[in-house]
């Protein structure tokens, strides 16, 4: 829009500290921003609703497909099913029964959501775990909302939408928003309240640090885990703060003591909303919190236990301490990860720093503090555990991506940094770090997706070699994943009325095998024509740790060796389930 007249004859005229002048074209973008500041509280509300539930929706329709995939995680129908006789055990006020031990090493919330979903959607989907799922791909595309909304205030709306986008793209991340687990929600919870907490402190908004509160509570509801966020805010709050720090409290004390009041209150009610939510500890509260089998003292418990892992070609019980690195390494695409390390390096970009040095503070913490945490405790199960590092991980990358990309383009273009962001030049080089960030980083990620959907948690980029190093190297088929499409493989292909032996998991098979088909688990080769058995499943996890020889599980002797040595002679290998390189499960044909 071009200006040609203005008040009293005058060539230029300042509007909220912007010198206009006459015959210059200004775009319309900027006269809603000269609203946008008369009109604050109301416009800026409004955009940021519309912002959020835009991003939630858009994260959640991509996310969404394959929610009805046959592979069933490990874990899945305890969660579920837990979840549902929880449900049912509150509806009818049984708030001491027996239902509150099952599952009790592990607090109810996220299994209260998932067996509400699962009892509301049951009767729709056919399925008890795809309500559940349903739940989980909401808590997702939430999660993806508050990463755009938090990067996107303080490093611009390209930095939030791919930040959210690089999220959702992350192969791990996107196949873990589909199962029923814990680690999904609890990502949930800690993002809002850690989000939340920055925004209060730094808007000095009491109101915001005790909706940070609440959801603390809630993380720590879903897992015991969800509470290390605590730790990042008041490492944050201090190294921020400084020396500087009883000056703030201070201050606080004086002129904003409700901001005072909620940081004081901020554990308390943390601590009280979850036992409030946990009928379990309503009861010898103190000896089921911290006693010999509280659910405070189950971290040190596992840590001394240690967890039974297939890793770097053997069976080990406490995994070394770059266990979780290595898995990042080779599991997260290769752009994104070179991008995350070029946005941990903008901790030394002078620019920035001055810019947003508490904000990429907070963000680093986030993203190393539950990383060793969880690596003190006890590493396993790959990636599934350090979930919630990986939203810092995404706005990181994005910001590495944004940042070295700019340089470039201004290296090799000279496009100079435009004085006025509403210049021709500044539009120029936004559109081409648009393009880029998508060609570079985001196609990557999503074809790496496509190439193992619907196994994206078992995908390995480049890095980790060929499918014999994988199988060699890492836990194949951790979370049971393959099975749903060993299931289908047979449903297709078996005779009527035959046997299939499964040596895995079982879920996937008794929830969908061809009602004609009879399951069963190992069958000694001697039997295996009398019971009619046609096929035998071996999933890859099974495999690493009861079959090959030279291999124990939970201090037992292999087991189905001698079936899977008949097999290699009388038995045809007819199908193996894979994710891009990665094998996961082998179908043997029993030759008749």
């Known amino acids: 829009m071009r200006i040609t007249d203005l008040p009293r004859g005058m060539h230029s005229y300042n509007i909220k500290g912007h010198l206009i002048k006459r015959y210059e074209e200004y775009p319309l973008s900027f006269w809603r921003s000269l609203y946008e500041a008369k009109h604050p509280h109301m416009h800026v509300r409004l955009n940021i609703l519309v912002e959020f539930l835009a991003a939630f ?12 995939t046959h592979d069933i995680g490990w874990d899945e129908p305890v969660y579920v099913f837990a979840g549902r006789a929880y449900v049912i055990a509150l509806a009818e006020r049984n708030f001491f029964g027996d239902v509150w031990q099952w599952n009790h090493e592990h607090p109810p919330l996220a299994k209260y959501i998932y067996g509400f979903f699962s009892l509301l959607l049951s009767p729709i989907l056919g399925n008890p775990y795809y309500g559940a799922r349903i739940a ?10 508050i990463v755009y909304m938090f990067s996107r205030n303080f490093f611009g709306k390209i930095v939030g939408l791919f930040s959210m986008i690089l999220l959702i793209s992350t192969p791990f991340y996107y196949g873990m928003s589909r199962y029923v687990s814990l680690d999904l929600p609890v990502t949930f919870f800690i993002c809002a309240y850690i989000t939340l907490f920055y925004f209060g402190i730094k808007y000095e908004r009491a ?17 015991v885990s969800g509470f290390i966020g605590l ?20 201050y606080y004390y004086k002129e904003r003591i409700s901001i005072l009041l909620s940081l004081f209150f901020y554990p308390i009610l943390g601590i009280v909303i979850f036992i409030l939510l946990w009928p379990w500890l309503w009861n010898h509260t103190i000896d089921r919190l911290i006693g010999f089998d509280g659910v405070l003292t189950y971290a040190a418990r596992f840590k001394v236990w240690g967890h039974e892992e297939f890793f770097e070609g053997k069976i080990i019980w406490h995994p070394p301490p770059y266990y979780y690195l290595y898995y990042l390494a080779v599991k997260t695409p290769i752009p994104t990860l070179i991008f995350f390390i070029a946005g941990i390096i903008q901790i030394f970009n002078s620019e920035l720093q001055k810019r947003s040095r508490e904000t990429l503070l907070l963000i680093i913490l986030w993203f190393i503090v539950p990383l060793a945490s969880q690596t003190y405790q006890q590493p396993y199960d790959a990636l599934r555990p350090i979930l919630m590092i990986f939203p810092p991980m995404s706005i990181l990358s994005s910001l590495g991506a944004y940042q070295t990309l700019q340089w470039i383009i201004r290296r090799f273009l000279e496009i100079k940094q435009p004085n006025n962001k509403y210049a021709k030049g500044g539009e120029i080089l936004d559109a081409l770090l648009v393009v880029l ?23 390995f980029n480049e890095m980790a070699g060929s499918s014999d190093r994988i199988l060699s190297t890492f836990e194949s088929s951790f979370w049971a994943e393959g099975l749903g499409g060993a299931v289908d493989y047979i449903n297709k292909f078996a005779s009527y009325g035959s046997t ?37 499943v071996f999933q890859g996890f099974y495999l690493q740790h009861f079959v090959w020889e030279n291999r124990t599980a939970w201090g037992s ?28 499960v082998w179908i043997f044909k029993v030759k008749s």
């Open 57 to 68: 929706t858009v994260a959640f329709i991509i996310i969404l497909p394959g929610f009805t």
């Open 136 to 145: 989980t791909t909401l808590m997702s595309a939430l999660t993806a909302a």
């Open 207 to 223: 109101l915001l640090i005790l909706l940070s509160s609440i959801f603390f509570g809630l993380a720590g509801s879903v897992r």
């Open 231 to 250: 730790l990042v805010l008041v490492l944050w709050f201090v190294l921020i703060f400084g020396n500087k720090t009883f000056k703030v409290l201070t």
């Open 437 to 459: 960030m998508i060609l570079i980083v985001v196609v990557p990620s999503a074809l790496a997706i496509l190439r193992v959907s619907p196994y994206e948690i078992s995908y």
């Open 500 to 536: 299939i032996s499964v040596i895995g998991e079982m879920e996937a098979f008794n929830q969908f095998h061809r009602e004609d088909l009879k399951i069963v688990g190992y069958v000694p080769p001697r039997e295996l024509k009398s019971l009619n058995v046609e096929y035998v």
């Open 557 to 584: 002797s292999s087991s189905a060796l001698d079936l899977w040595n008949y097999l290699q002679e009388n038995g045809e290998l007819v199908h193996v389930v894979r994710a891009g390189n990665a094998p996961l």
